[in-house]
């Protein structure tokens, strides 16, 4: 049932070019320069009109969601919040029928997520669940939502689902921002047309995997662990954090590159392990004398850069390549090394990679 794989997370990994597709399919059609999405053709004018937008979601979800904030803010230009569910619905929050909420789950079955779909319900918004079981509570919990049809997600810690969460609200920024006008034809069909080509990029990034296992081997033993990313990577670094934690239990954090400075550089010195997402497209000169403060403090460094880079590779202890690609579709592709890092450490210290401890797959409890 794990076709030949070790773990189902690994498995599950390696199923995210498919899952991709599986998402985007009958969605994205390039040639009619179109997104097709029933749930949001028929509730259009609600989303069109919205003052804003509020995500909520919990865990991996969440991440997904504040990679959403980037995308809906800079192409549809509608104000976007992302909030945890468990404050949001704890908050006594303003919420009006102007708004339109989106929840994110996996599972559809979180229990903090559900109870904010109902408060947002009893105040009048419009509510839009994008989940992946097919028939879960929460997607009959909403008013219209969009299945991400990334197969069943068996591995504790999610992978395959966040990917095509990201997938499917890009999707839906980009009908929003065509049909709200913010974003020109060109631009809008170049886009389509890029995320059509990230499961073959996807593909190429899985290649590293031996380099992965190489580099996992040299801070297995790490007591800790610093993500750091600007931009739409800020929350691939938040994610890269959450994965190393969850199973392999070293004490990791993710932090947006130039927060560093405000606190966490304190942290720095040769034992101090410090992956950072730098990227061509977006803040890529900011991110590069980030290594440098972090080189000069000794701290060893892991990049995520961009194919054929060279400027990182010279400060860099380790770098990982990830074909080019725009800022917006960056995180698609940037996750999956965190993601493998993640998985070989936590096997190489000999944890429950699938199952790690505490935790469950659906957090039906508050
Ligand atoms: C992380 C993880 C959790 C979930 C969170 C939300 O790998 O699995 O953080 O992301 O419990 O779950 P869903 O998306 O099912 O609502």
């Known amino acids: 049932e794990k076709g030949g794989y070790d773990h189902f997370m690994l498995k599950e ?19 009619q320069g179109i997104v097709k999405m029933a749930g949001v053709d028929q509730n259009l004018e609600r989303f069109l009109n919205a003052n804003r937008i509020i995500i909520v979601a919990c865990g991996t979800s969440w991440h997904a969601g504040l ?17 945890y569910a468990s404050e949001f619905r704890y908050r006594n929050p303003v919420i009006t029928d102007k708004d339109v909420v989106i929840a994110i789950s996996q599972s559809g079955e979180t229990a903090d997520t559900l109870a ?42 999610s992978t395959k689902a966040f990917t095509t969460q990201i997938t499917l609200l890009t999707l839906l920024a980009l009908k929003l921002a065509r049909e709200s006008g913010t974003l020109s034809k060109t631009k809008f069909h170049e886009i389509l047309t ?16 031996p380099l992965i296992e190489i580099i996992a081997d040299v801070y297995k033993d790490a007591e800790n662990c610093l993500y750091l990313g600007r931009g739409y990577n800020f929350p691939v670094a938040l994610e890269g954090a959450l994965k ?12 947006p590159a130039a927060e560093m400075k405000h606190g966490p550089i304190a942290l720095i010195d040769e034992q101090m ?44 202890d380790h770098v990982v390549e990830v074909p080019e690609s725009s800022e917006a579709l960056s995180p698609l592709l940037t996750t999956i090394p965190l993601q493998l890092l993640s998985y070989h450490i936590a096997v190489m210290r000999g944890c429950n990679v699938d199952q790690p401890r505490n935790l469950a797959k659906s957090v039906t409890v508050e």
């Open 13 to 31: 990994i390696y199923e995210q070019p498919h899952a991709i597709k599986d998402t985007y399919r009958g969605r994205l059609r390039v040639e």
């Open 67 to 83: 990679v959403a904030e980037y995308i809906f803010e800079d192409l549809a230009r509608i104000p976007v919040e992302v909030e």
């Open 116 to 157: 904010a779909i109902k408060l947002a319900k009893e105040k009048g918004a419009f509510v839009f669940g994008i989940c992946n079981v097919v028939g879960s509570s929460i997607a009959r919990e909403t008013h219209a939502g969009a299945y991400t049809h990334a197969g069943p997600e068996i591995g504790v810690a």
């Open 194 to 209: 890029e995320m059509e080509g990230i499961p073959a990029k996807v593909e190429r990034v899985l290649e590293s995997n």
């Open 244 to 255: 190393l934690k969850e199973i392999s239990y070293i004490h990791a954090e993710g932090y």
């Open 273 to 316: 392990p410090v992956i950072v997402i730098a990227t061509k497209k977006g803040h890529y000169e900011k991110v590069v004398s980030n290594i440098q403060e972090i080189k000069s403090r000794k701290g060893k460094i892991i990049a995520v850069v961009t194919e054929g880079d060279s400027q990182v590779r010279d400060l860099a």
